[in-house]
């Protein structure tokens, strides 16, 4: 250790053993603790800069540490996590090993929708593209990564539920029920958009209602609509469809798989 004398009063420089810069300190010698800041500075001895560095770094270790925890105990705790997110079983685990999937089972697709993970998107496909396994992986990719919460639902549940909702006594059930879908959830799947009926007109409304929230910004939740959008199917669904068209073609990023080429292309769903 080095010591200077000081213009200052009562001080004295020492040399930073991070950097080497003289730094000032208060005067230690002839004082009862002498032995005990030497002992301790001639360890370290840390000017301004070099401590808040230092003490920087500190925080940022502790912090990755902590989110490395939280993410073991995501994966500790899977099941219950999946089943509060609604994922079907089916869609999270690898069928012929029984085992969680460590890829995508269809890549190009998982990964189109990861980037989209701030977007509204429709997305179509036949069955056995991959629309719903790539949306559950990049759901538990969403809650394991960056602590989003998501929710899945197909059309399907969402319309028993919104049914369930419109019975009870409570004449604010419609609204509490949206802002169940919608105010505490940073993303909302729904499965299974394109069934082989026409939806009853209350589903027509509940799913009209979705659009005009995500249209009128009062929709927090990103929506992902999941289905197989033939050509025609949004008249197949909707009494009005102009309007529905509108919503989707102006919030959604409306898309289709090809599943030869295996690439993601635009889909126009305002068009007839
Ligand atoms: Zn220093």
């Known amino acids: ?121 429709l997305l179509s496909g036949v069955t056995g593209t991959g629309k719903s396994t790539s949306a559950c992986y990049v759901a538990l990719k969403l809650a394991e990564e960056l602590q989003h919460h998501v929710k899945y639902y197909t059309l399907g549940n969402l319309l028993s539920l919104w049914r369930s909702a419109r019975k009870s006594e409570d004449p604010e059930a419609d609204l509490k029920f949206l802002w169940r879908i919608f105010g505490k959830t940073d993303l909302t799947i729904i499965d299974e958009v394109i069934g082989k009926a026409r939806i009853s007109e209350s589903g027509q409304e509940l799913l009209f209602d979705i659009l005009e929230a995500v249209n009128n910004g009062e929709c927090r939740s990103r929506i992902w609509l999941l289905g197989n959008f033939y050509s025609g199917s949004i008249e197949a669904i909707f009494a009005d469809p102009e309007p529905v068209r509108r919503r989707l073609q102006e919030n959604f990023n409306c898309v289709r798989i090809d599943a030869e080429k295996k690439q993601i292309v635009k889909l126009e769903v305002y068009k007839k």
């Open 1 to 121: 250790m080095t010591i200077q004398p000081s213009e200052n009063p009562g001080m004295i420089g020492v040399d930073c053993s991070e950097c080497g810069k003289i730094y000032e300190i208060e005067e230690f010698r002839g004082t009862a603790f002498e032995e005990i800041f030497r002992n301790a500075l001639e360890k370290e001895r840390w000017c301004p800069e070099c401590r808040e560095k230092i003490i920087a770094e500190e925080t940022r270790e502790k912090a990755e540490l902590a989110e490395r925890l939280r993410r073991t105990e995501f994966k500790a705790n899977l099941e219950r996590n999946r089943e509060a997110m609604n994922l079907p079983r089916y869609y999270v685990y690898d069928r012929q090993t029984g085992e969680l999937f460590k890829e995508p089972p269809c890549r190009y697709v998982a990964q189109w929708l990861w980037r989209q993970r701030r977007a509204h998107v």
